[in-house]
């Protein structure tokens, strides 16, 4: 009975204690985004190399960001960081202009821009014509908004840099898999539970 407990106890703690801070499929409206700053360029729009699939991309070329996470968020662990999102950009140029960053508004304020694709930034959005899955770990003491752009110093056009997937999590913290739970533990806990109680009261009553 202890080790019952013990495991769907551990379960409901594994699944309260998710380190996913943000995540965005663009799967649906922008409901999660602040896209007023420099005029409502971003939209989604179906995947160039999979139709089946929505992403992002933007109608206009922008500098000091164009597209910001509405709502901040902050690290619960050691003020660390792992954003992980897709890139695609079709320029051919090698310098379509996708842009990746951190804000302390969502919109006008202190800008940091964690990944590019061409220097003085860190060129870490590469622009192969395919989809390219980008790790960046980065550090924050205070809360922050994601910012996306298009950048107009680049090579590229308006809407050939492309960016689906986005993730935000604890460098540190703890993950929803952490324990893999059955779903059928969870719907039959309460029947268990109450059975494991009931053959207690009737061995103590007998005895």
């Given amino acids: 009975m202890k080790n019952f407990l013990a495991i769907l106890l551990l379960a409901f703690t594994s699944a309260s204690n998710a380190s996913t801070l943000?995540?965005?499929?663009?799967?649906s409206a922008l409901g999660q985004w602040n896209d007023t700053y420099q005029g409502n360029n971003a939209q989604i729009v179906a995947d160039p190399l999979n139709a089946s699939n929505n992403v992002l991309n933007f109608t206009a070329l922008r500098g000091g960001g164009d597209l910001f996470s509405s709502n901040a968020f902050t690290s619960t662990t050691s003020n660390s960081f792992i954003l992980s999102f897709d890139y695609l950009g079709?320029?051919?140029?090698?310098?379509?202009g996708g842009f990746i960053g951190i804000s302390s508004n969502?919109?006008?304020g202190s800008h940091t821009?964690?990944?590019?694709?061409?220097?003085p930034y860190p060129d870490l959005l590469p622009d192969t014509g395919a989809w390219?899955?980008?790790?960046?770990?980065f550090s924050s003491s205070t809360a922050i908004h994601l910012m996306l752009e298009d950048w107009n110093g680049s090579h590229g056009v308006a809407g050939d840099a492309y960016f689906d997937n986005i993730l935000v999590t604890d460098a540190n913290g703890p993950t929803l898999s952490s324990v893999p739970v059955p779903a059928a533990v969870f719907l039959f806990a309460p029947a268990l539970i109450g059975f494991m109680g009931l053959r207690r009261k009737v061995k103590t009553t007998t005895a």
């Fill in 90 to 96: 079709t320029c051919g140029t090698g310098n379509c």
């Fill in 132 to 137: 390219e899955h980008v790790s960046i770990t």
């Fill in 113 to 119: 821009w964690l990944g590019g694709t061409t220097s």
């Fill in 106 to 108: 969502a919109g006008a």
């Fill in 22 to 27: 943000f995540s965005e499929d663009f799967e």
